[in-house]
């Protein structure tokens, strides 16, 4: 199968973990076999795939705000004509990115990436232009598409619930953990909780700051370190908190080898990779009863209410007392989900959408 990845909403380093499974996607399609997959990418992320050829629209750029997302989707619209021509290869056309823009032709069959439907489950931590945005280009899109892939069971569910998509049409991808890219560690770790998350709000972060302050009644040399993008928007910490931002992969691995444990209070998730991230480097994991992330960590973390302080503080202190276990327990959790695997259901996706369109 000829297949485009259509990815020209792309933002490098401002999409979260979306960004991290397209580019895994990019290289675990090249050793796939049935299918020859190119990737279609905007200027401002030339070089993103990796594994497979890549074209890149230098008339396309985004910029990682609502406003500027608009603008290339109206941008990508009013060339439409032209831009089909780069996805004319092609007998499926898969949008990573959610965003089917633009719209392949009638011969081509359609394959969306829907990662979550969180818009319809917290609105209140969205904006009216995000709302808008969302409802036009990912539920239309999704409810048009010869099939859907999304990333966890509970997200599928929820997608069946709320838009009303025949199950049949949704296939479920779980993300993979490429572990030879980590380096477990199974003995001592420092004083510190982790955690890996941009700054937006259902990351829950001001609940996270409340419970390791009461943890720090009992050990007041525990300190905290936040990583990822848009930290600016939690305002001033304690100087307890280290707010690192952007780090490096190797910066963060090495922070996952060392953190007393990791703690991973999101109240809503697709799916949730940093705490298999964290697992395969061996760090113990106190983790959210919420959305995906329970049916991802399975038995190998420690689950607390992530609106409740308290159970936050109590996660995290049974994750650390309990680190040995959870340790090795977490290497082998984390390599079941593999980018292999991962690839295959997308294979598989590909092959039903073309038989379906």
């Known amino acids: 199968m000829r297949v485009a990845l259509s990815m020209l909403t792309l933002v490098p380093g401002g999409m979260g973990g979306s960004e991290t499974y397209a580019s895994a996607l990019t290289a675990s399609l090249a050793a796939t076999d049935g299918v020859d997959a190119r990737a279609v990418v905007p200027a401002n992320a030339r070089g993103f795939s990796r594994g497979i050829p890549e074209t890149v629209v230098e008339s396309v750029t985004v910029k990682a705000s609502t406003a500027g997302r608009l603008a290339a989707v109206a941008s990508i619209l009013a060339q439409s004509s032209r831009l089909r021509r780069t996805l004319d290869f092609a007998d499926v056309v898969h949008f990573p990115f959610t965003v089917v823009a633009p719209k392949p032709t009638r011969r081509q069959a359609t394959v969306q990436s829907l990662l979550d439907v969180q818009h319809l489950e917290l609105p209140q931590m969205f904006s009216r232009a995000e709302l808008l945005y969302r409802r036009r280009f990912y539920e239309g899109a999704a409810r048009n598409a010869d099939v859907v892939i999304t990333i966890s069971h509970f997200a599928k569910q929820r997608m069946v619930e709320l838009l009303g998509i025949p199950e049949e049409r949704i296939r479920v991808a779980h993300l993979g953990v490429d572990v030879s890219r980590f380096t477990p560690n199974t003995g001592d770790r420092e004083n510190f909780v982790l955690y890996p998350a941009r700054g937006w709000p259902h990351k829950n972060h001001a609940r996270l700051i409340e419970a390791v302050a009461l943890l720090r009644r009992e050990d007041p040399t525990l300190r905290l370190v936040l990583t990822g993008g848009g930290l600016d928007t939690l305002g001033e910490l304690p100087d307890w908190v280290e707010k690192r931002g952007l780090v490096s992969v ?23 990779l940093p705490p298999l991230e964290a697992m395969a480097s061996g760090c113990p994991v106190a983790a959210a009863d919420a959305g995906s992330i329970p049916e991802v960590v399975g038995d190998a973390a420690v689950l607390f209410d992530p609106r409740d302080v308290e159970d936050i503080a109590r996660g995290i202190s049974e994750a650390i007392a309990r680190g040995a276990e959870l340790s090795v327990g977490g290497v082998g959790h984390a390599a079941r989900f593999t980018w292999e695997a991962c690839a295959e259901v997308h294979a598989s996706a590909y092959a039903q959408a073309l038989a379906a369109h």
């Open 250 to 272: 190797e910066e963060l691995h090495r922070l996952y080898r060392t953190a007393a444990a990791m703690a991973f209070p999101s109240l809503y998730e697709g799916f949730g």
